[in-house]
């Protein structure tokens, strides 16, 4: 039975709550590009990028909570929310459970199909075994990045009081932000980033590419950035080596909204692949506070996770809850 369309009193509501959750969030500030040399380290020149050196790794010792919904390919089955929290790139607790959706799909609204059962697994966790509750979590979905800055992310946050990081996989128009905009300017600077490593640093290995994040403000009120090349705009490469390329997004207003993150990952390929030919994601991570974090801090939480394209611990709750699905599937 399909999902009643919600009531202008159900929106009004909504809104409400939302705006709630937005005046809850704690965002703590940062320098981010203006403290950063815009020299590649160990190298004089000056270049269009700041350089961010990143400290210790994946196995840094911090548990990181991840929340992934998995759906069924039938309207009247279960969907599954996932909780994982990881620690040095192993799961060391996981828990599920099956809900009904009873809230329709809204876009601005996601939030409410999901955050009541996310607030009961992590509650479960909190109560059943409080040592594994994780210093940060990463939530699939925006987190401030959302036109009245209340995305999912911000309501794990509020409502737990943990630290979380909004990670979305697609980017929604915002503050004069659009997509297919976004998608080229990304573009256009893979393109003059994989320039410039393979001219000047394809053979060097002072410094490990996975150790630094090149970073730059991708301000699209600038409309004199000319197209440098005549390829598909919404074609995205990825960087020749895992080398995390963080493009800040300014909205209209002069927001600096989230990161279009890019060139991650590339470390759990090193298994299939010889190191020299790893290459960084060509798939762009859409990062947000969520709350109680810093925009660097979420980057660089979501860099240091990235073994693939997906942070670990997301990547975790997404696996097992489609193993989960499928399995519920056949057994029936």
Not at 246 to 252: D, I, K, Q, V
Not at 268 to 273: A, D, Y
Not at 283 to 304: M, Q, R, W
Request: proline letters at 6%; one cysteine or more; charged letters at 25%.
């Amino acid at each position: 039975m399909p999902i009643p369309s919600p009531t202008k009193q159900q929106l009004e509501a909504w809104n409400k709550e939302q705006l709630r959750i937005a005046s809850q969030v704690k965002v703590l500030q940062d320098p981010l590009l203006n403290q950063y040399p815009r020299n590649f380290p160990g190298k004089e020149e000056i270049t269009p990028w700041n350089f961010k050196p990143i400290s210790g790794d994946e196995c840094d010792g911090i548990l990181y909570g991840g929340l992934d919904v998995s759906f069924p390919d039938a309207e009247d089955e279960p969907s599954v929310a996932v909780y994982v929290v990881v620690k040095d790139g192993e799961v060391v607790y996981s828990d599920y459970e099956f809900f009904h959706l009873s809230v329709p799909y809204v876009p601005s609204y996601l939030a409410f199909r999901e955050i009541d059962v996310y607030v009961r697994l992590i509650a479960k966790q909190i109560n059943d075994m409080a040592e594994m509750t994780p210093y940060v979590i990463l939530v699939d979905g925006n987190g401030i990045m959302h036109e009245r800055r209340a995305g999912i992310a911000c309501f794990v946050g509020v409502r737990t009081g943990i630290r979380t990081v909004g990670v979305a996989k697609s980017f929604y128009n915002i503050d004069g932000l659009l997509r297919s905009e976004v998608r080229f300017n990304i573009s256009e600077e893979l393109y003059l980033f994989n320039k410039y490593i393979a001219e000047y640093h394809e053979e060097s290995v002072a410094v490990p590419y996975r150790r630094v994040i090149a970073m730059k403000r991708l301000d699209l009120r600038d409309k004199s950035f000319v197209r440098a090349r005549g390829s598909d705009p919404c074609k995205i490469v990825g960087t020749t080596k895992p080398f995390p390329l963080a493009l800040l997004l300014n909205g209209s207003s002069g927001i600096t909204w989230g990161i279009a993150l890019v060139g991650h990952g590339g470390v759990g390929n090193s298994m299939k692949r010889r190191s020299r030919d790893m290459k960084g994601s060509n798939t762009p991570l859409y990062i947000s506070i969520g709350h109680n974090v810093s925009l660097e801090d979420a980057l660089v939480f979501c860099v240091k996770q990235s073994l693939f394209k997906i942070p670990e611990p997301i990547r975790q709750a997404d696996l097992r809850g489609r193993a989960i699905i499928r399995n519920r599937r056949d057994a029936a």
